[in-house]
């Protein structure tokens, strides 16, 4: 039985001592094709940080709005349809008179 240290060991020591028989230089028109897809791509927006942090501070203050609208809606409407009578001006100078 072997141990798979002993293993490991003479596989790092194979891939060491391998030799990379590719050519080391770029294919013909490489530096043509990178230079003209630099020049072709469009230019970074400088805002689009802003953009995207911009859209989500307009969604979370859409969604804190919404919620303190509905939060405060029933507790306005129950407040409303008891001091409705109490507060109408019209009724209250009917009763005077």
Not at 3 to 31: C, I, K, M, N, V
Not at 36 to 58: C, E, G, K, V, W
Request: hydrophobic share 50%.
């Amino acid at each position: 039985m072997k141990h798979p240290d002993q293993s490991w060991q003479r596989l790092t020591a194979a891939a060491r001592s391998a030799r990379d028989e590719r050519a080391a230089a770029a294919p013909y028109g490489f530096a043509t094709r990178v230079a003209t897809l630099a020049m072709t791509l469009p230019a970074a927006n400088p805002f689009a940080l802003f953009d995207r942090i911009a859209r989500r501070s307009l969604f979370a203050a859409a969604a804190f709005s919404l919620a303190a609208v509905a939060f405060g809606y029933s507790a306005w409407s129950s407040e409303r349809s008891d001091d409705t009578t109490a507060t109408d001006t019209v009724s209250e100078i009917l009763e005077l008179s």
